[in-house]
């Protein structure tokens, strides 16, 4: 099977689990802002920004590490459950520790970021799902390594989203408000752990006992430390908006913001899904100094994730109102953000795939300043914005932040491995945006006119509806229908006779 299919076949799957994931998390955040209020929202958005970041030190950039050593002792099995044996046992005794210090400084942090007792409750609650949700993260990417991406999709984008949002309605009509708010965030958690638990001994041959014989990896971990800088300053990037706004107003104007900024975030299931299944064919090709073929591979799956996010962020920026409007009435205040906040997920998409190649291709000090700055840059433009703008300068902080971010690494990039993202066939999705484009501002007025849910699906429907007629018109590329009819081999005519 070629590289083509291989990433085209995954990805797809991987998006179709992102998008779930990603729908199930948008149906939280829809449940919270109907049945329970703003601060609720606010509070469970800084206690999972809080989480996540926790979570980045617990995993200490052993994601990265199992995906790269994985590929490079490709011929050695036990060379392979040694490093996989090495990583789980390692990233375990830091989550414990992570969740004890979380214990205790709850009281601070919640003080620090203007909350309540109510937050410091949830953190402490929160906090015992760490060692589940790294568990399963290092237990997806260990398989993932061996480029089968379904388990870890299905059990980080679907069976705990999915489970979330399930307790999450069945807590609330049982136990009350709070009991939604705090219990269901670890249980599914914990179920989406055990879900994942035996698929890595059927893939890749680790049993427990050789996770509790394994000793410290040292190439590993003095490889994966540079890249836990990286993640941990890429996800308080992800994060800071909120987490300022948070010690800069109160939670209930993070609840405000945090539906834009999740709404926006749905974009980035693309990118995530296409990452996912690049990056250790990318490794593998840079130990093989195959620089053509990385570019070809990085020009391809740009396109693609190009492609495929044009229909939401048109959606996004020119109908923000009705989007917004199914989360309630109140949180249409956001509108202005959420197109700002759209703009940012955009760039981050299209070129976020270069941080995967610089990843990938061994340039772990350069992705390092590359995040210090952005995070840097972030905190002063947060800093200035937020006070005199609000949430609207919460969200241009990150655009402008993603911008600079995605103009640094395509230079480097070009620098370094003289490849670039950009190839003749992107005319085409961003021709066909255009005229989409055209037609949504033309039916905006009536959308608008009819009730929220109706214009919010009749806009979404005419966006994909019109993007996707327009592209078969402008006819896809070689690579795409090959794909297709790989996929859907009965559209293939059939000789007569």
């Known amino acids: 099977m070629n590289r083509n ?3 085209a076949g995954q990805a797809g799957f991987s998006f179709a689990g992102f998008l779930f994931g990603q729908a199930s998390r948008f149906g939280f955040n829809l449940l919270v802002a109907r049945v329970l209020d703003a601060d609720a929202l606010g509070t469970y958005a800084l206690a999972v920004a809080v989480m996540q970041i926790s979570e980045v030190l617990a995993i200490a950039g052993l994601d990265s590490g199992l995906l790269r050593f994985i590929s490079v002792h490709s011929s050695d099995a036990l060379r392979q ?5 090495s990583a789980l046992k390692t990233s375990f005794f830091l989550s414990i520790s992570i969740v004890l210090l979380l214990l205790l400084f709850s009281g601070r ?4 970021l203007h909350g309540s007792h109510r937050l410091q409750l949830t953190l402490c609650c929160y ?3 760490i060692p589940f949700n790294v568990a399963t993260m290092l237990y997806g990417h260990a398989i993932q390594g061996f480029r089968q991406l379904q388990p870890k999709i299905i059990a980080t984008q679907v069976v705990s989203p999915l489970l ?5 309605i069945v807590f609330r009509y049982m136990a009350g408000q709070e009991a939604a708010l705090i219990f269901p965030f670890a249980l599914s958690a914990a179920i989406a752990f055990f879900w994942i638990r035996p698929y890595l001994s059927k ?13 410290p990896d040292r190439a590993m971990l003095l490889y994966a430390l540079p890249f836990m800088v990286v993640s941990l300053l890429s996800m308080m990037t992800h994060w800071l908006d909120v987490m300022m706004l948070g010690m800069l107003t109160d939670t209930a104007t993070v609840g405000l913001y945090h539906p834009v900024a999740r709404t926006a975030g749905l974009i980035r299931a693309v990118l995530l899904s296409f990452a996912g299944i690049a990056a250790p064919m990318i490794a593998a090709l840079h130990t093989g100094s195959d620089n053509a073929e990385i570019g070809r591979i990085y020009k391809m799956v740009t396109r693609w994730i190009f492609g495929l996010v044009i229909p939401p962020v048109l959606l996004f920026i020119l109908l923000p109102e009705p989007v917004l409007g199914v989360f309630g009435q109140r949180f249409t205040a956001g509108s202005h953000a959420l197109i700002l906040l759209t703009a940012a997920s955009l760039l981050q998409v299209s070129f976020g795939l270069s941080s995967t190649v610089l990843a990938m291709t061994g340039y772990a000090r350069l992705s390092l300043f590359n995040a210090l700055g952005a995070l840097g840059l972030q905190v002063v433009l947060n800093l200035i914005l937020i006070p005199r703008m609000g949430i609207n300068g919460a969200a241009l902080a990150t655009l402008l932040v993603f911008f600079l971010l995605s103009t640094v690494r395509l230079g480097e990039i070009y620098i ?3 490849i670039h993202p950009f190839g003749k066939a992107l005319w085409k999705p961003l021709a066909a945006g255009i005229v989409t484009a055209v037609i949504l501002m033309a039916a905006r007025p009536w959308l608008h006119s009819i009730p929220v849910f109706a214009g919010f699906l009749t806009g979404a429907l005419l966006a994909v509806s019109s993007y996707s007629v327009l592209m078969l018109l ?4 070689q690579e795409e229908r090959e794909i297709i009819l790989k996929a859907l081999p009965f559209i293939k005519k059939k000789p007569r006779g």
């Not at 979330?164 to 999450?168: K, P, V």
């Open 81 to 85: 459950k040694a490093v996989i044996g």
């Open 5 to 7: 299919s291989v990433i």
């Open 203 to 215: 893939i890749s041959g680790v049993l427990p006992l050789d996770i509790v014989r394994a000793t």
């Open 474 to 477: 402008l006819k896809l590329e």
């Open 164 to 168: 979330l949002l399930l307790l999450t």
């Open 416 to 418: 370094l491995l003289k």
């Open 127 to 129: 906090a015992v799902a």
């Open 109 to 112: 942090i919640a003080l620090i």
